[in-house]
């Protein structure tokens, strides 16, 4: 399964952004498809996840601004970021985990502006 993320960019503090991260096989049988990012000399840290039965995970400094969601016909998994702000800043890095293996895809940049 390769996994296609996109959507980032530049934008000023308080807008939005959606990222989409498509998948080339199905994702209806991953167990957990989630949202990472990367800020530039910190750890990958987990943003969101959604699990398969619909169940939801956020990372506490997101909770309230960012949503994840899935689409299991289009195989494609969004991250849908309000409220945008300067320390939400890195590369968001999508991820699929099935019972065997994880994938991981390229990420996509997103920088907030003060």
């Known amino acids: 399964v390769q996994l296609q993320a996109s959507g980032g960019g530049l934008v000023q503090a308080g807008g939005s952004l959606r990222l989409s991260c498509a998948a080339s096989?199905?994702?209806?049988?991953?167990?957990?498809m989630g949202w990472y990012r990367q800020a530039p000399g910190k750890q990958r840290e987990l943003v969101a996840a959604?699990?398969?039965?619909?169940?939801?995970n956020y990372a506490d400094s997101v909770k309230g601004r960012f949503t994840i969601s899935r689409d299991n016909v289009k195989n494609t998994v969004y991250l849908q970021m309000n409220s945008l702000k300067p320390e939400d800043t890195g590369i968001y890095y999508c991820n699929a985990v099935y019972a065997v293996t994880t994938y991981w895809g390229q990420g996509t940049q997103v920088t907030v502006s003060s």
């Open positions: 959604i699990i398969r039965g619909g169940s939801t």
């Open positions: 096989g199905s994702i209806s049988s991953a167990n957990v």
